[in-house]
Structures are given as structure tokens and as C-alpha cells.
């Protein structure tokens, strides 16, 4: 069955590899995973850890993915927007192509507050004059990332859904980029949607549930707290970035146990199916609820 991955840093992982010097890389290591995953597109970000030129990096990336690009339905998105100083750069970005953004990674920058910042400082005021652009010009904002405080101040902003593209819930892992119950709660009246993370600590902090079927245990709870339309798959793959993509004091790749690559992605609709969910359903979780959300956001 076909999927859709609303989170994955695949131009984060073009990006620094052709810097190195590397070439081919999409064809080398991408394409046979996304094939044997049935993985057709989603939301492929750069992601903003640290200081860069955000310009460049997704020139870069772009003209290494451009000779497969009809092969796949992406949207281009952006992990935090530290690397944007101002409304000038966003638009620079729209034109081209990005429709899609979260305010914050971790950090606290000039427009909003992550996880990692100050618990009580918030969303900034150029943060409005962002999401307010993004809003207008049919971009989707995502949550992801952004600390409580900065969390209820943009959803008390908002005029439209909202996404949680790579998250699970705090209540089955209490991971501090896992979504609480109240959240979840005003993620509803907002009618957002929610991709559920794989990452293995987002799954689960036990060890025995770091897999598919924890996995599993995640979607069924939100769609407890949401309902079955708007869940996705937002798998967050690790297995392409390097020493960020394992726990150090582990040694485990940050990737589930058996979801190791896009290339495993099968293994989720199986284990619906051994659940009991009916095909309708599956088909809603893997791939419609995602075209349902971007036809509603941005309009195709």
C-alpha cells in the first residue's frame, strides 16, 4: 500500500552529503528504501539545527533530487526557521517552492520559542507576521518542535488547521516533544492533524515496545484523542543522518527495531491489519488523510 511520509529529512541528508563532495546520493541510497517501503512522497524538509545559508542548502539539495522529482509527490517543507531572519527570506522561499514550515527546531530564535528554550517565553511577534504570511499564501504551519507556552499562543493565533508532523502522545511517552492530552484536545477544535513519529523514544521508553507494534499502540491512541481522519505517518527515519541519528549511550540507531528505513515501512500496515483495522482505515493512515490535509491547506 502506498504511503505518505509527512516528516522526512531527506534535503537535510542531499544537502550536507553534497557538501562533502558526495554525488548521487538520492540514487544511491534513497530510492530502492522509498521503493521497497512503497513511500510515494510526503513532506521533505531541511532541518535548522545550527546556523546556515537556508537558500543554499535547499539550492543544493534541489539539483541533486531534480532528476527524480516526477517520481515523487513532495512537498517541500522547512524544520525551523532560525536560518530566516525576516519576511523578505520567507518569500524568497515560497517562490521557491517551500509550502510548509515549523517556526522553531528545539531552540528559541526571533519568532517563537522550542523545547529546549525558556519555558516561559513564547511566540514573538515577527512569529505572528510569519505565520500570518504563511496563512495567506496557503503554506502549512507545523507545531512541531515548539515549546508549551510557544504551542497555545500559536494556536490561539491560527485561523487555520495546523500540523503536528512528527509527534506521538506524551501520555504513552513522555518524551518532551510528545503531545499532551490537552493538547491533543485543542489540536481537535482546530480540526489539525497529527503524523505519528517514529523515533524510537517517541514510541515508547520501553525497551519491548520500540517497535511496530508500539508504533501501532501510538496511532490507535490518537485516534482515540483526534478521530481516524486526521492521523498520518510522520516517521522522522534516522538512518541517513549520521551520528545524529543514534543514542550515544546506547548504541542503538534511534530507528524502531523492526522500522529501520523507509525501505520497512510495509511492516506498519501489516501490523494494522493484524489488528483488526479495516482496509478503509489503513488506506486513511497511510496515505488519504495526508492528501485530505494538503488539498485542504494548500489546495491540491
Known amino acids: 500500500m ?21 554525488k548521487d546520493i538520492f540514487k544511491n541510497y534513497h530510492i530502492d528504501n522509498l521503493k521497497k ?21 535547499f539550492d543544493l539539495a534541489l539539483k541533486e533530487y531534480e532528476p527524480y522529482k516526477n517520481n515523487y509527490d513532495v512537498v517541500l517543507g522547512l524544520e525551523g526557521l532560525r536560518n530566516v531572519p525576516n519576511l523578505d527570506c520567507l518569500k524568497r522561499l515560497y517562490n521557491l517552492g517551500i509550502r510548509h514550515a ?31 504570511f504563511m496563512e495567506q499564501n496557503n503554506m502549512i504551519v ?26 506521538c502522545a506524551y501520555s504513552l511517552s513522555d518524551h518532551r516533544r510528545n503531545l499532551n492530552d490537552d493538547q491533543l484536545e485543542v489540536l481537535k477544535k482546530n480540526k489539525g492533524y497529527v503524523g505519528v513519529n517514529s523515533a524510537r523514544n517517541f514510541v515508547s521508553k520501553e525497551r519491548n515496545l520500540q517497535t511496530v507494534k508500539g508504533l501501532v499502540d501510538q496511532i490507535y491512541y490518537l485516534i482515540d484523542k483526534l478521530d481516524i481522519d486526521h492521523v498520518m505517518l510522520g516517521l522522522d527515519m534516522m538512518d541517513y543522518l549520521g551520528d545524529y541519528g543514534e ?20 511492516n506498519i500496515i ?7 483495522m479495516s482496509e478503509e482505515n489503513i488506506k486513511k493512515i497511510a496515505y488519504q488523510n495526508y492528501l485530505n490535509m494538503r488539498k485542504e491547506l494548500l489546495g491540491y
Open 2 to 22: 502506498k504511503i505518505y511520509d509527512t516528516h522526512s529529512d531527506i534535503f537535510s541528508n542531499l544537502y550536507e552529503r553534497v557538501l562533502k563532495g558526495e
Open 247 to 266: 543514542n550515544k549511550e546506547t548504541g542503538l540507531n534511534d530507528n524502531l527495531d523492526d522500522l529501520g528505513t523507509h525501505a520497512d515501512c510495509q
Open 37 to 57: 517501503g512503497e513511500v510515494v512522497g510526503g513532506i521533505w524538509v531541511v532541518y535548522s539545527e545550527h546556523d546556515f545559508d537556508i537558500i543554499e542548502a
Open 102 to 132: 515549523m517556526l522553531t527546531w528545539n531552540e528559541e530564535n526571533h519568532l517563537a520559542t522550542g523545547v529546549a528554550g525558556d519555558k516561559d517565553h513564547g511566540l514573538k511577534e515577527l512569529g505572528k507576521e510569519f505565520i500570518t
Open 142 to 167: 507545523d507545531v512541531s518542535h515548539l515549546n508549551i507556552k510557544s504551542f497555545y499562543e500559536v494556536m490561539d493565533f491560527v485561523t487555520k488547521p495546523v500540523i503536528a508532523s512528527h509527534s
Open 270 to 276: 501489516i501490523e494494522l491489519k493484524n489488528r483488526g
